[in-house]
């Protein structure tokens, strides 16, 4: 056989390379196109809504004009208490599947149902915690909502914590524990230290994932057309105000929904901005 001619199992395999190649390219292509598409329609509809108004008005009645400051307080309102709710349980635990791996299957166990709540649907926790809080105390309130984002929060930022700590050279604990510093302070001092930059960008994407959501909050905190902060009622909030304005037939209502789309749209690009620099920070 002559050694230049090509085998017929590598022709073979060209051929399944050039059509895999295409394939992906395709898709990658479609992809591109709907979200342009999408961000577009968002970028030049919610453009021609904003005005001061949206920042200093509340949500208006039917057919009358107004504004959103009351939704986007409560929204900013449920992040920050979600966060301060499942940022520390998330290190923690994270810290725990990282540091303290005594009981492999328990270890396995936690990690496996972790990722199943990173991909489990919204809708679900919103029903559970519907369930758990709001149907025993009768009635909507901010403090279920802030847990159901809390919950969505919870398994990326242990799965970041999880995996920024395994990162970490084990000479930095080795060198930590041979200085005869104890566990806890070898973690708090020298790990967190080394994967803070990795900590604080999983929050920041957690943070950038439950900004949009609003299936858990129909069944949790609702919504409050008036300006409120007692997060034991319901509360305005920004998704749910986008969902029930743009199920209305009011044209100020579609305005209203196209504005908060684009703000949420301005907030999570900003916070996906800052977890990117982080990560190349530490990359570097």
């Known amino acids: 056989m002559n050694l230049r001619t090509p085998h017929p ?45 949206l920042f200093t008005e509340l ?3 039917p057919g009358a004009e107004g504004g959103l400051a009351n939704a986007l307080f409560g929204s900013l309102v449920l992040i920050f208490v979600a966060v301060l709710i499942g940022t520390p349980i998330g290190v923690l635990a ?11 299957r328990l270890v396995g166990t936690v990690r496996f149902i972790n990722d199943i709540l990173l991909s489990a649907p919204s809708i679900v926790i919103g ?5 758990v809080i709001v149907r025993p105390s009768g009635h909507f309130s901010g403090w279920a909502g802030a847990i159901a984002l809390a919950l969505i929060l919870l398994p990326v930022v242990i799965h970041t914590t999880d995996e ?15 200085l005869g510093a104890p566990k806890w302070r070898m973690i708090t001092q020298v790990i967190y230290r080394a994967a803070r930059a990795g900590i ?10 439950i900004s949009g ?19 034991s009622g319901p509360i305005a909030n920004l998704p749910v105000v986008i969902f029930q304005f743009a199920l209305s037939p009011y044209d100020s209502w579609h305005g209203l929904a196209w504005a908060g789309a684009l703000l949420l749209s301005l907030l999570v690009l900003l916070v996906s901005i800052v977890a990117r620099s982080l990560l190349r920070e530490k990359a570097e």
């Open 9 to 53: 199992r590598g022709r073979y395999r060209k051929r399944v390379n050039v059509i895999a190649l295409g394939l992906a390219s395709i898709a990658t292509a479609l992809g591109l196109v709907a979200l342009v598409l999408i961000l577009v329609t968002t970028l030049l509809n919610g453009a021609a809504a904003l005005r001061p108004s």
């Open 213 to 231: 959501e609003t299936a858990p909050l129909l069944f949790t905190a609702l919504n409050n057309q008036y300006w409120s902060t007692d997060l």
């Open 200 to 209: 604080l960008t999983g929050v920041l994407l957690g943070t950038a994932r």
């Open 127 to 131: 029903l559970f915690v519907y369930q």
């Open 94 to 104: 994270g810290t725990y599947l990282a540091e303290y791996n005594t009981h492999p």
């Open 164 to 178: 920024t700590m395994q990162l970490i050279p084990l000479s930095l604990r080795e060198a930590a524990l041979a």
């Open 59 to 61: 949500t208006p009645p």
